[in-house]
């Protein structure tokens, strides 16, 4: 059963920074995806990045700010994120595809992103 713990969120001021990590049970790269997805109170979840092999995708409300980035060897993806915004405030999941042998996805148990003054 995979396994993935989210770290690294907390209280940031607007236009400062936080990495959150995501710690995966085993190799990472038998997933052929993995990503960072947000959900903020009363709206639905929805994608801030995503990193496929060497390629990566962004929100476009996140692009220019935030990073994600895997490390194969520790097993882990991180997203950093830079110039936070209020609007940025949400639960913040780690989220891992495999496509095979058969179609799976698996999520972390989110941790708490708060930008305010």
């Known amino acids: 059963q995979v396994q993935l713990v989210e770290s690294g969120g907390g209280l940031v001021q607007p236009g400062g920074s936080l990495r959150l990590s995501c710690a995966a049970s085993g190799s990472i790269i038998r997933f052929n995806a993995m990503g960072w997805y947000r959900q903020a109170p009363g709206k639905e979840r929805e994608l801030v990045a995503l990193?496929?092999?060497?390629?990566?995708t962004y929100a476009d409300s996140v692009k220019g700010r935030f990073a994600i980035s895997r490390d194969n060897a520790k097993n882990t993806v991180t997203l950093q994120m830079n110039s936070l915004k209020s609007e940025d405030t949400a639960v913040y999941f780690c989220?891992?595809?495999?496509?095979?042998?058969?179609?799976?996805?698996?999520w972390g148990q989110g941790t708490q992103v708060t930008v305010s003054s």
């Open positions: 989220n891992a595809y495999v496509l095979l042998p058969r179609s799976q996805s698996y």
């Open positions: 990193i496929t092999g060497g390629s990566t």
